[in-house]
């Protein structure tokens, strides 16, 4: 059964940096794509990175696009969210997702078409 743990959340000041962790399991995840969304309250949960755990590829939202940085380490099946210059408007609570990787491609920002998820952890970012 897959499992996704998310860790790293927490308070920061605007333009500080936090980095979130999603440990991975249950499963070979060669062959899944692995993202990263988020929701604020009242709105809509939103796409903001993905990547093909094998391989390179990767897409980000155009809100977080040179500020963040996702990647994954094989050896601890962990998948990364490196938050740099964090802004207010970054507050949320992050969620970790995973789907096979035939199915989407890292630039499927639906979240529905997400097959797995983490139980969220909370950013805040305080101007």
């Known amino acids: 059964q897959v499992q996704l743990v998310e860790s790293g959340g927490g308070l920061v000041q605007a333009g500080g940096s936090l980095r979130l962790s999603c440990a991975a399991s249950g499963r070979t995840f060669t062959s899944y794509t692995m993202g990263w969304f988020r929701q604020a309250p009242g709105k809509e949960r939103e796409f903001v990175a993905a990547r093909a755990w094998s391989g390179g590829s990767t897409y980000y939202a155009d809100s977080v696009k040179g500020r963040f940085t996702i990647s994954r380490d094989n050896a601890k099946n962990t998948m990364y969210l490196q938050m740099n210059s964090l802004k207010p408007e970054d507050t949320a609570v992050y969620y970790c997702?995973?789907?096979?990787?035939?199915?989407?491609?890292?630039?499927?920002?639906?979240?529905?078409?997400?097959?797995?998820w983490g139980q969220g952890t909370q950013v805040t970012v305080s101007s």
């Open positions: 997702a995973a789907a096979v990787r035939s199915l989407i491609s890292v630039a499927t920002t639906t979240p529905e078409r997400y097959n797995y």
